[in-house]
């Protein structure tokens, strides 16, 4: 199913309506800031970046949090779905660069909005945080 442009932006109202992150203007280039830090990354991940919403909480795809039904239903309606961030084997993004672009300016041709709210730091380490996942997911047993 396709969502609507509209849906996508109600939906990015809805999420970003829910944060209560202090707003830091984003920097040119977040790649120079300093090396991430997982634990803040993840903190990140898991609260004022809301990624979890369509990542899963810990990047674990099938663990969604709970949320507003008409949000839950945005999200299970998109085409394609959100990444299995744990398994880098299906994943398509090869760089950190590649990676900040897409959470900075939003995945082209996804339902993954632009966030312009996280801090640089925030940023580094949200990449961090991800370079983790996809180490524990190449680990974990399938
Ligand atoms: C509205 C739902 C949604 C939210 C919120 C969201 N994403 Fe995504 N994300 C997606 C979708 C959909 C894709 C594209 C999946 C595909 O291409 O198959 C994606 C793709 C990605 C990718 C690229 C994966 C690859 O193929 O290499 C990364 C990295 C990523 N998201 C990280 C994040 C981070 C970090 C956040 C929080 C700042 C976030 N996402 C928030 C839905 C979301």
């Known amino acids: ?3 609507s442009f509209v849906g996508l932006a109600l939906l990015g109202l809805a999420l970003a309506a829910g944060a209560t992150a202090e707003v830091t203007r984003p920097q040119a280039n977040p790649s120079a800031a300093a090396q991430g830090d997982v634990e803040r ?7 004022t ?9 810990d990047g674990q795809i099938e663990k969604r949090p709970q949320l507003a039904a008409d949000t839950a239903a945005l999200i299970a309606g998109l085409s394609p ?3 299995d961030l744990r398994n880098s084997k299906a994943l ?10 897409a959470v900075r300016e939003g995945h082209p041709g996804t339902g993954m909005f632009p966030d312009t709210r996280m801090t640089n730091q925030e ?3 949200a990449l961090a945080y ?3 996942l996809r180490k524990e997911g ?5």
């Open 81 to 83: 779905p959100p990444a």
């Open 92 to 101: 398509h993004l090869k760089s950190d660069k590649q990676r900040a672009k």
């Open 49 to 57: 970046g809301v990624c979890y919403y369509c990542h899963g909480v």
């Open 138 to 142: 190449a680990a974990a047993p399938k």
């Open 41 to 47: 990354g993840r903190a990140v991940f898991n609260g």
């Open 123 to 125: 940023l580094v380490d």
């Open 1 to 3: 199913m396709r969502i």
């Open 130 to 132: 991800l370079a983790l």
